[in-house]
């Protein structure tokens, strides 16, 4: 099912929002950003006998408790973008978009990253974590319905590299004459625990499992979805159904293509 008219007007809003904002952003601090270095940042479990109620965005688990984690059932799904990197290390030839580099991958982001977001909340799942240039999302699994789940994740990822990008593609084109973005989405399915990681005060709420690193990993395509053994094997079927699925190996992992 694709996105409805409504739908896709509120991506359309959020995306001209957020490019909105973006272009403010960067005309007040051009000087600056077109100098600074990308910063990486690391995160570590602190050990505390402090006990945190962290907030969460992980679906049906609103607060997690530092001293009792959770395990559960969850899709992961991750997506992003394809040859990000060279968008911000190569400058596009004079005469094309009208912007390139640092400014162009920040509005990108600006526009893809928070539509992809709001792609997946009409499905059911949540964003608990932005990537850089992607997303992190969750599904929460409950066994009893466990195929509508996976119909409503794959319904998000479908999506993501159809409408979503579609819509986000053509603002960037109208205002910037920007080439089109490509976008890899894997899926996995596994247990997870759910618990919080970082340093006392300032902890995150996550979802720590073999979905998250498949997901991950499988998120190399161009415009395709591939998903996990797992969750091809729980797939579920119907007579006539028009999905097929091609095996992949990869480098680190193997997966299923979604056709």
């Given at each position: 099912m694709s996105l409805t008219d409504e739908q896709r007007g509120e991506i359309q809003s959020i995306i001209k929002e957020n490019l909105d904002r973006a272009e403010k952003i960067w005309n007040e601090h051009r000087t600056f950003l077109s100098k600074s270095a990308l910063d990486e940042e690391s995160?570590?479990?602190?050990?505390?006998?402090?006990?945190?109620l962290v907030?969460?965005?992980?679906?049906?688990?609103?607060?997690?408790?530092?001293?009792?984690?959770?395990?559960?059932?969850?899709?992961?799904?991750?997506?992003?973008?394809?040859?990000?990197?060279?968008?911000?290390?190569?400058?596009?030839?004079?005469g094309g978009p009208k912007i390139d580099m640092l400014e162009r991958v920040?509005?990108?982001?600006?526009?893809?990253?928070?539509?992809?977001?709001?792609?997946?909340?009409?499905?059911?799942?949540?964003?608990t974590?932005?990537?850089?240039?992607?997303?992190?999302?969750?599904?929460?699994?409950?066994e009893e319905n466990k195929e509508e789940y996976i119909k409503k994740s794959y319904r998000a990822a479908k999506n993501c590299i159809g409408d979503?990008?579609?819509?986000?593609?053509d603002e960037l084109q109208r205002r910037y004459s920007l080439p089109p973005l490509d976008i890899g989405v894997g899926m996995a399915m596994s247990q997870g625990i759910v618990d919080v990681v970082g340093v006392?005060?300032?902890?995150?709420?996550?979802?720590?499992?073999?979905?998250?690193?498949?997901?991950?990993?499988?998120?190399?395509?161009?415009?395709?979805?591939?998903?996990?053994?797992t969750m091809y094997n729980e797939w579920p079927t119907s007579e006539g159904g028009r999905l097929k699925f091609t095996h992949r190996n990869l480098r680190k992992t193997s997966g299923y293509l979604v056709v």
């Amino acid at each position: 099912m694709s996105l409805t008219d409504e739908q896709r007007g509120e991506i359309q809003s959020i995306i001209k929002e957020n490019l909105d904002r973006a272009e403010k952003i960067w005309n007040e601090h051009r000087t600056f950003l077109s100098k600074s270095a990308l910063d990486e940042e690391s995160f570590f479990r602190a050990d505390s006998a402090m006990r945190e109620l962290v907030p969460s965005r992980i679906p049906d688990y609103p607060i997690v408790d530092s001293e009792n984690p959770k395990v559960g059932k969850f899709i992961a799904l991750v997506a992003d973008v394809r040859q990000s990197s060279q968008h911000l290390l190569c400058s596009i030839s004079k005469g094309g978009p009208k912007i390139d580099m640092l400014e162009r991958v920040h509005h990108e982001m600006a526009a893809l990253l928070p539509a992809l977001e709001q792609t997946v909340y009409y499905q059911g799942g949540s964003v608990t974590e932005y990537l850089g240039d992607g997303i992190l999302a969750i599904f929460t699994i409950n066994e009893e319905n466990k195929e509508e789940y996976i119909k409503k994740s794959y319904r998000a990822a479908k999506n993501c590299i159809g409408d979503t990008r579609r819509i986000v593609n053509d603002e960037l084109q109208r205002r910037y004459s920007l080439p089109p973005l490509d976008i890899g989405v894997g899926m996995a399915m596994s247990q997870g625990i759910v618990d919080v990681v970082g340093v006392e005060g300032r902890r995150h709420a996550k979802v720590i499992g073999p979905c998250v690193y498949y997901a991950s990993k499988l998120s190399c395509g161009s415009n395709e979805i591939i998903v996990n053994n797992t969750m091809y094997n729980e797939w579920p079927t119907s007579e006539g159904g028009r999905l097929k699925f091609t095996h992949r190996n990869l480098r680190k992992t193997s997966g299923y293509l979604v056709v």
